[in-house]
């Protein structure tokens, strides 16, 4: 199930999805979206509060290392 999309003040839009998990809480996906000349682009995804950017930002800081 989708949830209502979001905008913030930046004009940026979250929209949510509810994914079902059978005996367990559902589980949360966020699509952070901004809208650019080509339509709307999506930045993140946020899983149960998990965003891919700040994994993969870190993922990459510690390989540079």
Do not use: C, E
Not at 14 to 41: C, E, T
Not at 44 to 59: E, H, P, Q
């Amino acid at each position: 199930a989708y949830l209502p999309p979001r905008r913030n003040r930046q004009g940026q839009v979250m929209v949510s999805a509810l994914v079902n998990n059978p005996g367990r809480y559902p589980g949360r996906i966020d699509f952070r979206m901004h809208q650019s000349d080509d339509g709307w682009k999506v930045y993140d995804v946020v899983g149960n509060g998990a965003s891919a950017i700040a994994f993969y930002r870190t993922y990459f800081r510690r390989a540079m290392r």
